[in-house]
């Protein structure tokens, strides 16, 4: 991992130690964000955004790493469906990440990085880290939490165990609990990670890094917020620079050159480790676990606080029948919801695409 | 804005401040009338994605569902009102859903057109055919309205199901009507009910 060492992000670091869900604390935690829009004079205009498994701060504007645009530009900015021009945003990478805030790569107490000494934590720590970061912002109350995948995650999570501190969610192509099927894809990545020989039980950082792993974990995990209708519209059966098939095992098809590029780039800004930790917090996420069993229980707090929900029609990660048991839960607690299953052909990854009724739903319920 | 005549009257007559339940909301135009006018807690539901999309849009609390179905997920006694606009007819299990509304609610309104209305009635005598008019505009192949009913069906419906009728009022050409000879008279009915 060169990407953190050589770049620096806007942080701070939390003055009390983060408590964690294992029982273990963790200090001297650096939580890095980028915001945009100014933030009011009473403090009322500030929308959060959490970002998924592989996503970080850089929301709008061009990514240091990178270089590319930012991930949700479409979405957010100057008269954008969460306007800048009106609203503070804010976006913090997760704890357990690479851009900034503190994760396996960072240095632990014994000035080496922690590898795998790095505590496993949750989807609720990394809430809890976003929440002290506020703190440390003096930003007591937002107008809104919002998040798509595992930042939907984020914000139902928010929603339940800091009910207080946000007048609405929008929560976007998200789960309540991680499926058999979602923990069993992660675990076919987290092994692809630990099978490369260079990964060596975490501690690669004086070397070279398991990029092999990294990117087989990333290539099945892609082809999972793709539908395949996507896939076949946009690749079909059709061959990569070539006019016949070579009987070998270049990438021959379209879609395996494309899986191929996904997987190498995904390297470039993304540390092994960081992946582990991260894809188990979601596989640990199951919000009616952590309220006794019952979801509605998740929520009690939370009646007042206003929900929108988004599905897509095409999106087998995280379904329609998902968000189907946190509308069923949220009207249990007489929660003020809102719930749409748009039509798209992108698959999970609809939520960062060009989907306009999601334009109009966002804009609406932001407000 | 203008809403159809019987949900005008619906909403005059939603108690002030009521939690309300308004089950196919379409673009929530009741909803949006309800709270701007009675300051009642509104929610909805409605089968079509679009229409909930415009509602939200409108900043409403509306959920994707299917009535026939989804209205189990709601509490007993959730709401102060549950309404029923144009929707009863195209309902698989009307009985069901009539008993979901006076589960989930203390009271329902419910609106229905009335396939007794002469003009109808004179269609049907004429033509033999399925009626096609300006308020049932669909073929009989592709219409949404698979119970069709009259006021007298539905009187007998309620009566059969021990659901006390705590008003009616009934509307022919865009306005009310008086409910003498509903029956013939009335283009559309909207009933008061409570269990």
């Known amino acids: 991992m060169a990407t953190t060492s050589t770049t620096s992000f806007r942080s701070v670091t939390l003055d009390a130690p983060l408590p964690l869900d294992s029982g273990r604390e963790l200090a001297g935690v650096q939580v890095a964000y980028e915001t945009a829009g100014e933030l009011a004079a009473d403090k009322s205009n500030a929308i959060l955004i959490f970002h998924a498994l592989t996503?970080?701060?850089?929301?709008v504007g061009q990514h240091p790493v990178t270089g590319k645009p930012g991930w949700w530009e479409r979405m957010v900015g100057p008269g954008k469906p969460i306007d800048t021009d009106r609203y503070h945003?804010?976006?913090?990478?997760?704890?357990?990440?690479?851009?900034?805030?503190?994760g396996p790569a960072s240095l632990g107490p014994d000035g080496k990085p922690y590898g795998m000494e790095f505590p496993v934590i949750t989807i609720r720590d990394m809430v809890r880290a976003q929440m002290m970061l506020l703190d440390a912002l003096g930003i007591e109350t937002l107008h809104a939490v919002v998040g798509g995948s595992m930042g939907g995650m984020q914000a139902l999570s928010c929603a339940a165990n800091f009910p207080g501190r946000t007048g609405r969610v929008l929560a976007i192509a998200t789960t309540a609990r991680h499926s058999a099927q979602n923990i069993a894809f992660h675990e076919m990545g987290r092994q692809a990670i630990m099978a490369d020989p260079n990964w060596r039980g975490g501690d690669y950082y004086d070397g070279n890094s398991p990029d092999k792993g990294l990117a087989v974990a990333r290539m099945a995990a892609h082809i999972?917020?793709?539908?395949?209708?996507?896939?076949t519209e946009k690749f079909g059966r059709q061959?990569?620079?070539?006019?016949?098939?070579?009987?070998?095992?270049?990438?021959?098809f379209q879609v395996e050159s494309y899986l191929r590029y996904q997987g190498l780039s995904f390297t470039d800004r993304f540390d092994a480790n960081s992946y582990l930790y991260i894809t188990r917090a979601m596989d640990y996420f199951d919000l009616a676990e952590e309220a006794g069993g019952l979801l509605a229980d998740a929520f009690a707090g939370a009646k007042d606080t206003r929900f929108c929900l988004v599905s897509f029609d095409t999106d087998w990660l995280y379904t329609t029948a998902d968000m189907r048991e946190v509308v069923h839960a949220l009207n249990a607690v007489a929660a003020p919801v809102s719930f749409v299953e748009l039509s798209a052909p992108y698959g999970h990854d609809s939520f960062l695409l060009d989907v306009p009724a999601l334009d109009q739903v966002v804009t609406g319920f932001i407000g | 804005m203008s809403l159809r005549p019987d949900l005008a009257k619906i909403a005059s007559l939603v108690p002030q401040g009521a939690r309300v339940l308004d089950v196919g909301c379409g673009d929530g135009a009741l909803m949006a009338e309800l709270q701007a006018q009675k300051l009642c807690d509104a929610r909805g539901m409605e089968i079509d994605a679009e229409e909930v999309a415009k509602a939200v849009a409108r900043g409403l609390s509306v959920v994707q569902g299917d009535a026939n179905r989804d209205l189990a997920d709601y509490p007993d006694g959730a709401f102060d009102v549950a309404i029923l606009s144009q929707t009863l007819q195209t309902a698989a299990r009307p009985d069901w859903?009539?008993?979901?509304?006076?589960r989930v609610g203390r009271e329902a309104f419910v609106s229905f057109p009335n396939f007794a209305y002469w003009r109808m009635r004179l269609s049907l005598l004429a033509n033999g055919k399925m009626p096609v008019t300006r308020h049932l505009p669909v073929s009989w192949y592709e219409t949404d309205n698979i119970h069709h009913l009259t006021v007298a069906d539905f009187r007998d419906f309620v009566d059969a199901r021990g659901v006390q009728v705590k008003g009616c009022w009934f509307f022919a050409a865009g306005r009310e009507i008086g409910g003498s000879n509903a029956n013939w008279r009335a283009e559309h009915a909207v009933f008061r009910l409570s269990r």
């Open chain 1, 89 to 102: 945003v804010i976006c913090a990478n997760v704890i357990g990440s690479c851009m900034g805030s503190t």
């Open chain 1, 224 to 231: 999972t917020y793709l539908s395949e209708q996507g896939l």
């Open chain 1, 239 to 252: 061959l990569q620079d070539r006019e016949a098939k070579s009987f070998g095992f270049d990438a021959d």
């Open chain 1, 55 to 59: 996503g970080d701060q850089f929301v």
């Open chain 2, 97 to 102: 859903l009539l008993d979901q509304l006076l």
